[in-house]
């Protein structure tokens, strides 16, 4: 950027600056538990069900929500989900389990034996505050 002696607006680490709101919009984006109507919007007509970590990078999207997306690695880098309920907390693919998402450590395939549905919430697995860990039964 250059200096107000430059004709330039004098402002430095304008790229770090915006680097730093975008994340900020992806910080909401995960921890936005009001229901914003901004963040509503979002989860309704760019992710539409899907988990905004895994999503691909659409050709036509905005110039901002492509930025956003490309951003995911750094800002996934430090992230951590608390469960609470496990409501809100995709079970395969946010970073909840200590080493790493269940999807990135087993895989698809074993999404697919599980029986559960890739959108799954790691309430599936809690009852009374308690881990329940389901169990198949024997094909005979």
């Keep these: 950027m250059s200096s107000k002696k430059e004709a330039g607006l004098g402002i430095k680490w304008i790229t770090e600056l915006n680097e730093i709101a975008l994340l900020k919009h992806i910080w909401n984006l995960c921890n936005d538990s009001d229901g914003s109507i901004c963040f509503t919007w979002i989860r309704s007509n760019l992710l539409r069900g899907r988990n905004f970590w895994t999503i691909k990078t659409p050709k036509n999207c ?4 492509g930025k956003i997306l490309k951003l995911r690695s750094l800002a996934w880098s430090k992230m951590k989900y608390i469960i609470g309920d496990g409501m809100t907390t995709s079970l395969w693919f946010d970073n909840w389990h200590p080493h790493s998402p269940l999807a990135d450590s087993y895989g698809e395939r074993f999404i697919y034996d599980s029986g559960m549905e890739k959108n799954a919430r790691v309430n599936v697995l809690i009852n009374n505050l308690e ?9 005979s």
Excluded: F, G, L, Y
């Excluded at 905005?62 to 929500?65: A, C, G, V």
């Design 62 to 65: 905005s110039r901002i929500w």
């Design 131 to 139: 881990w329940r860990i389901p169990t198949t039964q024997a094909i």
